[in-house]
């Protein structure tokens, strides 16, 4: 008699930057968002991509509850503000550290500034607080804030005045 050896491989499959981040309790209303703004697949399919997840946190200090609620009803607002979120490269943590006084562009902003001090991370002055999180598109990183325009954009208003007369 003979007998066969059997061996049994296990590969676990890295999760996606979507498995992650809904994953985490902290990162809820960065997942809800990711949800209602119907990007879910660049979360999923999109690869080389790094993305900077902010806590929930970083939501409930910028937004009341009910402009929160409004905005996570609202695929159009959301979507820019996901996107920006998301670099198109794939950025380890360890690479931040080359990038110090550099910019970087999300999706939907440009000049996303890196700033490296004391051995801490922060990207437009909100810092990285975990990260290098490798997943199967891309890598995660965890943000106490949100990335936002810069507030030196200027935004520039018309006004149309109507003048009626009567005789």
């Excluded at 590969?11 to 209303?29: G, K």
């Excluded at 997942?31 to 119907?38: G, L, T, V």
């Excluded at 690479?95 to 970087?104: D, I, K």
């Excluded at 001090?117 to 943000?143: K, M, P």
């Amino acid at each position: 008699t003979t007998e066969q050896e059997t061996t049994t491989t296990t590969t676990t499959e890295l999760p996606t930057l979507f498995d992650e981040i809904t994953a985490r309790a902290e990162l809820s209303i960065f997942a809800e968002a990711i949800i209602n703004s119907n990007l879910v697949s660049s979360f999923t399919v999109t690869t080389d991509i790094t993305a900077i997840a902010p806590v929930n946190e970083a939501f409930t200090s910028r937004y009341t509850p009910s402009e929160l609620d409004a905005l996570l009803a609202n695929p159009r607002e959301l979507r820019p503000l996901v996107l920006r979120h998301l670099i198109s490269d794939p950025v380890t943590y360890f690479t931040f550290f080359t990038l110090n006084g550099e910019t970087l562009d999300t999706l939907t902003v440009s000049g996303v500034v890196v700033n490296v001090e004391s051995g801490v991370i922060y990207l437009n002055g909100g810092r990285i607080i975990d990260g290098n999180y490798v997943t199967r598109n891309g890598f995660l990183h965890i943000s106490e804030a949100l990335l936002v325009p810069s507030e030196t954009t200027t935004t520039s208003t018309t006004t149309t005045t109507t003048t009626t007369t009567t005789e």
